[in-house]
């Protein structure tokens, strides 16, 4: 039985939803991704593909107390992933948590800063690809990410016969994987403002 699989990769998703909204001029601050109605996202460009399974997957994350200011900080991205599981997990999607999490300190404008980055999912999505292909548990992969990494990932799935699909985005599609894959489906600027003011909390300019 065919079965078509939706491979997301959440941080990577985010950057490029923010991105979208950014630039139509909505401030970074007033962006609620917790509450997006992916289920909308995915209507228009999905309508014409049946979907078995819909995963997300997220980066592991803890409390840091390595630097003063990252306690707060993971506080508050613990409380938003807690919300945007429960938020997908109610409209179909499997919560998937993987990799890690880490605060990483540099120097920008002569000020010290702590970044969030994330490690280790690009590697979850991979491994899956190619196992759930090789188990033949899966015949076509909805692969939403612009990561690079997954290039070799998506060759060697192909080899066993997988069809793969590459979800990017108009505003910035990865060229590799376009040309990797079996397929794109871009999704336009416009579906992801439709999809914003239809979420759970009104649009902010």
Do not use: W
């Amino acid at each position: 039985m065919a079965k078509t699989i939706l491979y997301i990769d959440g941080e990577n998703l985010k950057h490029y939803l923010k991105t979208v909204l950014m630039n139509k001029g909505i401030k970074e601050q007033n962006i609620n991704l917790e509450n997006f109605n992916l289920q909308k996202l995915f209507e228009s460009p999905f309508k014409e593909i049946k979907i078995s399974e819909k995963r997300y997957y997220s980066a592991r994350l803890r409390q840091y107390n390595e630097y003063p200011q990252t306690l707060k900080k993971s506080q508050e991205l613990i409380l938003k992933q807690r919300i945007q599981k429960t938020n997908l997990e109610k409209l179909g999607f499997t919560f998937i948590i993987s990799g890690n999490v880490r605060p990483q300190k540099f120097k920008a404008d002569g000020k010290t800063k702590i970044v969030f980055k994330e490690k280790g999912v690009d590697v979850k999505i991979a491994v899956d690809l190619i196992t759930e292909a090789c188990d033949k548990k899966v015949t076509t992969a909805l692969l939403c990410s612009s990561d690079s990494d997954l290039q070799p990932a998506v060759k060697e799935a192909r080899k066993r016969r997988l069809e793969i699909i590459y979800i990017g985005f108009e505003i910035k599609p990865n060229k590799g994987l376009t040309y990797t894959t079996n397929r794109t489906i871009l999704i336009r600027n416009s579906e992801v403002l439709d999809a914003y003011r239809q979420s759970q909390l009104p649009l902010k300019k």
